[in-house]
């Protein structure tokens, strides 16, 4: 059974730092690159934040407003995906998911970890 279990999530003030983690399983990690999207409201789509390739060798940052601030890392030996957040503004508030996308096409989600950025 595939599952994705994001945690990390939490109420941080402005300029404080979080780091979320996914923890995989049920199917072959190290194969599948992994990103993090976020919805800040429900009515809205979910962003691309950033990406990192199977191997880890190559990651992305996508919104331009965290690009500096947000770090995406994995450790395969370990079935992890992470985001490291720094300097966190309230427009970071947003419940955040991870994802996996592999070459067969598939993707999966996870349910997803609420940041709450306020003082």
């Known amino acids: 059974q595939v599952q994705l279990v994001e945690s990390g999530g939490d109420l941080v003030q402005p300029g404080g730092s979080l780091r979320l983690s996914c923890a995989a399983s049920?199917?072959?990690?190290?194969?599948?690159?992994m990103s993090w999207y976020r919805q800040q409201d429900p009515g809205k789509e979910r962003e691309l934040v950033a990406?990192?390739?199977?191997?880890?060798?190559?990651?992305?940052v996508y919104v331009d407003s965290v690009k500096g601030r947000f770090i995406i890392s994995r450790d395969n030996a370990k079935n992890m995906l992470y985001l490291q957040m720094f300097s966190l503004k309230p427009e970071d508030t947003a419940k955040y998911y991870c994802n996996a996308f592999g070459s067969d096409l598939r993707s999966y989600w996870g349910q997803g970890t609420q940041v709450t950025v306020s003082s």
């Open positions: 049920g199917f072959l990690f190290s194969a599948y690159a």
């Open positions: 990406s990192i390739r199977s191997d880890g060798g190559v990651s992305t």
